[in-house]
């Protein structure tokens, strides 16, 4: 089993920072791939960054935000927010490689999300 925690959210003008960090504890050595997703009220959940192989992003924040993983953490520096980013941030893992990383349906483990405000 694994669980996922994030913390790192909050609220922030346009054009700030936030670093988003997801602590993994359990059998994090077995994950191979991890997600970032985020969810607006009255949306769905929606593809942010992968990161397995390779790193994916959202044509939304490619050039913005960045996706990276160390031994226990998965975390997510996110740069020129706009208010359009403003969220629930949830992180995703699963042990298996996922191909279509931007289905939140292919991953097993999530945490419970933080939230963002980008504020105009």
């Known amino acids: 089993q694994v669980h996922l925690v994030e913390s790192g959210g909050g609220l922030v003008q346009a054009g700030g920072s936030l670093r988003l960090s997801c602590a993994a504890s359990?059998?994090?050595?077995?994950?191979?791939?991890t997600a970032w997703f985020r969810q607006a009220p009255g949306k769905e959940r929606e593809f942010v960054a992968a990161?397995?192989?390779s790193t994916n992003y959202a044509d939304s924040v490619r050039g913005r935000f960045t996706i990276s993983r160390d031994l226990s953490t998965i975390s997510l520096q996110m740069n020129r927010l706009k208010p359009e980013d403003t969220a629930v941030y949830y992180c995703?893992?699963?042990?298996?490689?996922?191909?279509?990383?931007?289905?939140?349906?292919?991953?097993?483990?999530w945490g419970q999300g933080t939230q963002v405000t980008v504020s105009s």
């Open positions: 990161h397995d192989r």
């Open positions: 995703a893992a699963d042990r298996d490689l996922v191909r279509d990383y931007t289905s939140p349906t292919k991953y097993n483990y």
């Open positions: 359990g059998r994090f050595f077995d994950i191979y791939s």
